[in-house]
């Protein structure tokens, strides 16, 4: 077991689950924290690979796949953290982590990734569990902004299936650096035109919340992640990943006061145990 792996693909959830907290805590625009996030990210990573003496590996043209996905990971990013400020942090991440879900569907029928019954029957689980989040009922007493929340996490979730299904069409020959540090630079050119066309006043403790955003859930998170995915199977860092959305209902509920009911408890724990049991089918299925 590769302990130093493990504690980072935990560390690496934890720190993206914070993106949530600095919005909330920062009160600027979506696109703000986004741009921001992306931006100070890509810095953050350029310089850790000037100072590892790898800056070599960004010479290499990261192909169009690569350029693609950094849009899609704006958006994703973007309709997240509207969400978040919309709706209850426990219903974006949920709704958010069943992107795996419909990325699987869409390879069942048009890539070719066949799904067998064992499959079917954990994203069926999965629905189930988003259905005891919602609480088996589409009630929006909680007023519009509550629906609106939801349906950015919608959006949210079809650019983060995107992102999954993008991934599988970048060349094994772009190194992981590299296509970290272009996806997020990309993701920072997206969101400039929306950010100059806001342009909201930053305080001097708005910046340093800004500059946390860009360090944790966007430099370190990533660079955790790469390094943990160099140590780990794909699948273990799968089933760890499932630390971020168990961060964020904690986050919700120790900041922010946001409480959940034991059926809304009962649904987190059916999304997570179904994502958590796919990716071990997976890691079977590649090994046999």
């Known amino acids: 077991m590769d302990t130093t792996g493990i504690a980072l693909a935990i560390l690496s959830a934890l720190f993206m689950g914070t993106i949530g907290v600095f919005s909330r805590i920062t009160g600027l625009p979506a696109e703000t924290v986004t741009f921001f996030r992306l931006l100070l990210g890509a810095g953050f990573l350029a310089i850790f690979l000037l100072a590892t003496r790898q800056a070599v590996t960004l010479r290499r043209w990261p192909t169009w796949p690569v350029i693609a996905n950094g849009a899609l990971l704006a958006g994703f990013i973007i309709f997240y953290v509207q969400a978040m400020n919309l709706t209850s942090m426990a219903n974006a991440i949920m709704l958010v982590y069943l992107a795996p879900v419909a990325a699987s569907v869409f390879a069942h029928f048009f890539m070719g990734e066949r799904l067998n019954p064992a499959g079917w029957i954990l994203i069926g689980l ?67 035109p929306f950010f100059l066309h806001s342009r909201p006043e930053i305080t001097p403790g708005n910046g340093l919340w800004l500059l946390a955003t860009g360090l944790i859930p966007g430099f370190l998170a990533i660079t955790f992640a790469v390094a943990a995915l160099s140590r780990l199977p794909a699948a273990t860092f799968g089933t760890l990943a499932y630390f971020e959305p168990l961060a964020v209902v904690f986050f919700g509920w120790t900041i922010f006061g946001e409480n959940l009911s034991a059926l809304q408890l009962a649904g987190c724990a059916t999304i997570m145990a179904s994502g958590c049991a796919k990716a071990l089918l997976a890691s079977r299925t590649a090994t046999l």
């Open 126 to 192: 999965a629905m189930l569990g988003f259905a005891a989040m919602m609480e088996f009922r589409l009630d929006f007493a909680d007023g519009s902004n509550h629906a609106a929340g939801l349906g950015l996490a919608t959006l949210a979730m079809l650019c983060y299936a995107g992102f999954i299904l993008m991934n599988r069409r970048i060349r094994p020959h772009v190194p992981v650096m590299t296509r970290a540090f272009y996806q997020l630079l990309t993701g920072a050119l997206v969101m400039l």
